[in-house]
């Protein structure tokens, strides 16, 4: 029941904290925004609500950052893709603009050269009939001769592939055509000859250039050069391609010598693969800025491909070495995979590829399923434990950590060796400690809020185990959430219970938090100095860290009030159900006036000598941390006081009952309630609510007794009177008796009453 509300409560606090930062953000996102006019309204604020505000402020930051990197990742891909698609479609225009080009020059030479050769044909017919037949035609020019034997050079260059000058050669072609279409130096057909001549040369090398780009034994010099060749000859989206897969297609290659097997090391496997696939797209990278420059089409290219190549390697870490590990809860090991992989993949960064968001995504569920197992595991073996435990406190075992390390190598560790807990304590507090070893992946992937919510249901459950230890409690177990049906060996007597408070205390105060400091961006020093690391503590802890710690604490404070109550149940109670706590105590006491002998009821008494052994016991087990102890014995005293006081039974007979509440009666029960407040008071543990508590209930006693027409204040002694009984039962009960001075009868409740006695009955009553 008491999970179930604060998991509630957590849920409420959540969804309210969300609804808050909403309504911040809204003020922001007006059209009528002021920042002078905010800024001011702001400036007459106390300190409170400046630091109030200065909290409200990073929240909004850290939302406004998580909005915006949630925005780039959702729209990034369908940039990127939109911009691949608009590179696609400029490669495909130019393709088509130089197709027509060559169409519309070959038809407008060949119509030059059918009106010049009808023209030469009408002419030398002409002639002919004019006597001019025996006219030779006029010879070749140079350039003319140049033009015919082009072809054949271009031929001999390609088969030859002496690329550098065939390049050279088209570029004489090209020059040579345009101008002899300026000039009008070449003959039509010749002129059509050439530029059909300079086209297939073209294409004919770039067709070469990519089948060079394609062979696996092309690598780096020989790559880059058939790669600019080709992106000179006009066609760049084809050369950016080629040159992404050359490099696929090579560490394809490489990637044949590396098996993965069951025995393998994953962190070997994961490191090898990192290397290949991270060193490929960061040589092609270097590739692409270096022959395309910084040209957006190319780059988006360039980081989808990256970005492809990337969770493709992810998937085979997953596959071949992550799988295992989350499976079989080795936390470690996943995270030494995840920072191995991450360390490759961060080196792409100054290569302007930002790849580490998309590792941390894909890895994200492995590493969650082997936190999940991890948590799992501690749970278990802390549960098999605890069904062997003697609740006995001891100092830790001198063994090393389940990584092989010493104890003494870990802060955590050598704080723990400090302090005493039972065996499954221990366990429980050794494997914690080694589960924070390694925390960089949590803290990269942004686990690290699941990994305290983990934590705490896995101490949920250990003090549902110690709730369970406690005698008496079999009827409760119904309400405890992870309980299940796990066997716990009962703390039978007192000294085991409160062995019980001591582990859960000590784990949520000190060492838990302690290791869940390593989640923080503090530094993890060994400080010399223990009061400046413990200021640190407290400077550096993430309010996050804060209300886990706060849920820690009910944890054990619902262990506290389970135990307070089984106890203040075996005072009031006895095995047959029968109250020891009953007004008839009271109300029957005005009949047997001669033999009554004032000294604190039994159920007082026997409170007093359980709160006496139990503040023995829990001072040699407390040492160092007497607070908790005082707030043990303060609470199950005011369990006690509490029942006596919302008791209606118990009530209904003092005010309505057939007998009255007489001043025998009165006075036994003012004494019983001061005797309360004097042990509790010598003993340190009276609080303010215990204190209010008795003051009302000895109010209502009193008007209790006025309405039978008697003054309470004239049956009461003085309160020194009170005092001096409490006092020397105290004594008598610890086993240190005293003289009763012959002066006055202690029995004797008619002594004089001072008008300092109702004067102090009165002011107790209205406090």
Known sequence: MAATKMARSRGTTVKENGTRIEEGLNVFKSDNFDADAFVQSKCTLKEKEIRQLCSSLLDLKKASAEEMRKSVYANYAAFIRTSKEISDLEGELLSIRNL?????????????????????????????????????????????????????????????????????????????????????????????????????????????????????????????????????????????????????????????????????YGGAYTAALAQLVFSAIAQAASDSLAIFGKEPSFTSELVMWATK???????????????????????????????IALGHCSLLETHGLALCPVLLKLFRPSVQQALDANLKRIEESTAALAAADDWVLTYPPSVSRQSGRSPATSLGSTMAYQHKLTSSAHRFNLMVQDFFEDVGALLSMQLGGQTLEGLFQVFSSYVNMLIKALPSSMEEEANFEGSGNKIVRIAESEAQQIALLANASLLADELLPRAAMKLSSMNHGNYKDESHRRLLDRQNRHPEQREWRRQLVNLVDRLRDTFCRQHALDLIFTDEGESHLSADMYINMDGNVDETEFFPSPIFQELFAKLNGMSSIAAEMFVGRERFATLLLMRLTETVILWLSEDQSFWDDIEDGPRHLGPVGLQQFYLDLKFVICFASQGRYLSRNLHRVVNE??????????????????????????????????????????????????????????????????????S
């Open 100 to 264: 027509l080009s060559t169409q519309a020059t070959l038809i407008h030479g060949l119509s030059e050269g059918v009106q010049i050769d009808s023209l030469s044909l009408k002419v030398s017919e002409g002639s002919a009939a004019n006597g001019l037949s025996n006219l030779e035609d006029s010879e070749l020019s140079e350039l003319e001769k140049w033009s015919l034997e082009f072809p054949d050079l271009l031929d001999v260059l390609l088969a030859e592939r002496r690329v550098a000058e065939a390049l050279a050669a088209l570029d004489e072609g090209e020059s040579v055509v345009s101008e002899a279409k300026e000039k009008k130096t070449l003959r039509p057909s010749i002129l059509v000859a050439l530029q059909i001549a300079v086209i297939e040369c073209r294409q004919k090398l770039a067709d070469q250039l990519a089948e060079a780009a394609c062979q696996p034994s092309t690598r780096g010099v020989e790559l880059r050069a058939a790669i600019s060749s080709l992106k000179n000859l006009g066609d760049g989206p084809r050369a950016h391609t080629l040159l992404l897969n050359a490099h696929y297609q090579r560490f394809q290659y490489n990637m044949q010598s590396l098996r993965p097997s069951s025995s393998s």
């Open 309 to 339: 190549q990337t969770e493709a390697f992810a998937l085979l870490v997953k596959r071949h070495a992550l799988a295992s590990s989350a499976a079989a809860g080795g936390l470690r090991a996943a995270a030494e995979c995840v920072q």
């Open 697 to 766: 209930i000895i109010s209502r006693a009193m008007a209790t007794f006025s309405g039978t027409g008697m003054d309470p204040y004239s049956v009461l002694p003085e309160d020194e009177w009170f005092h001096e009984i409490c006092q020397e039962a105290m004594e008598r009960l610890s086993g240190k008796p005293k003289l009763i001075n012959g002066d006055r009868d202690l029995s004797s409740p008619t002594a004089s009453v001072s008008a300092h006695s109702i004067s102090s009955v009165r002011s107790h009553g209205s």
